[in-house]
């Protein structure tokens, strides 16, 4: 299993029980799968990465960025390096919380606030989790066949 998550409470899970048979075919092969997963998840979020940071275009921002003073843009979590402990590896995605926590609200939206529609699409809906779980699924099948074909 790998999950993702950004610093504080920022968490969007991908749940890889359903590669364990890629896994296994990649073990089998006597593949070392750790580095494997390890470039697979940093790849997934480094796409995570770059579409938070689009979304941050002052269009999509209340008001559209009037108020904006540009900090949460830098809180974005860009290039995050997985973690393991035991089978279970971490990234961090979305905003870093511990520089600033406005990132969830932009997500979540407030009363008197609307959500960023953008980040609504990356943390939010499962259309984008599919759209990850199929990347993922493409890396790890090009892996085996690379092994395969030695």
């Known amino acids: ?3 993702s998550q950004g610093k504080g409470k920022n968490r969007i899970k991908l749940e890889i029980g ?11 092969l006597q593949a070392d799968v750790k580095p494997i997963l390890t470039e697979v998840l940093e790849d997934a979020g480094e796409d995570i990465g770059v579409r938070t940071y689009e979304a941050m275009a002052k269009s999509n921002l209340p008001a559209k960025g009037k108020y904006s003073q540009d900090e ?3 809180t974005v979590i860009r290039n995050p390096k997985a973690e393991w402990s035991g089978s279970i590896a971490e990234i961090g ?7 600033n926590g406005v ?5 979540t939206g407030t009363p008197r606030m609307a959500p960023n529609r953008e980040l609504e699409k990356i ?3 499962k259309k984008y989790m ?3 779980n199929q990347q ?3 890396a790890l099948s090009e892996t085996i066949v690379e092994k395969m074909e030695g």
Do not use: C, P, Q, Y
């Open 93 to 99: 995605v979305g905003f870093d919380r511990l520089k």
């Open 103 to 107: 990132g969830t609200l932009l997500i």
């Open 136 to 138: 993922i699924s493409d």
């Open 18 to 28: 359903g590669f364990d048979d890629l896994i296994t075919k990649l073990d089998e």
């Open 72 to 74: 949460t843009i830098k």
């Open 1 to 3: 299993m790998a999950k």
């Open 123 to 125: 943390f939010v809906n």
């Open 130 to 132: 599919k759209e990850l």
